[in-house]
């Protein structure tokens, strides 16, 4: 085995470890995820496909469908899907790679336990 290659398999291994640590639930689904996604209207598509969370269509949508009852526009809704998703994953670099990390977030300065839940 060389160093590269033990590099490459640490590395997964620190990865799969992330993931792990993520806050987003992981659940199975009896629908089929690629025609709920041929259901979304062209906008959300286009959006969700650039998203760097793996959304679920239908939490897309009920998501995007809150925004523009708030807003009442379309951009202003995705962009509020971007804020929603980028605070997201602010908590989830804070919890992954601790507080001090340059992309953890600010705005949550409650105590968490080591899984990452608020205590309070």
Known sequence: ???????????????????????LRRKRRAEDPMREFDRLPPDLRAWLTMAALPWRPRSVQRAFEKALKETGDRSRALAQLSAIQGRIIAKDTAMV???NHPSASAHDTRPTDTQGRNMR
């Open 97 to 99: 790679f601790g507080p």
């Open 1 to 23: 085995m060389t160093q590269g290659t033990t590099l490459a398999t640490h590395c997964a291994a620190q990865i799969r470890s992330a993931q792990a640590k993520t806050r």
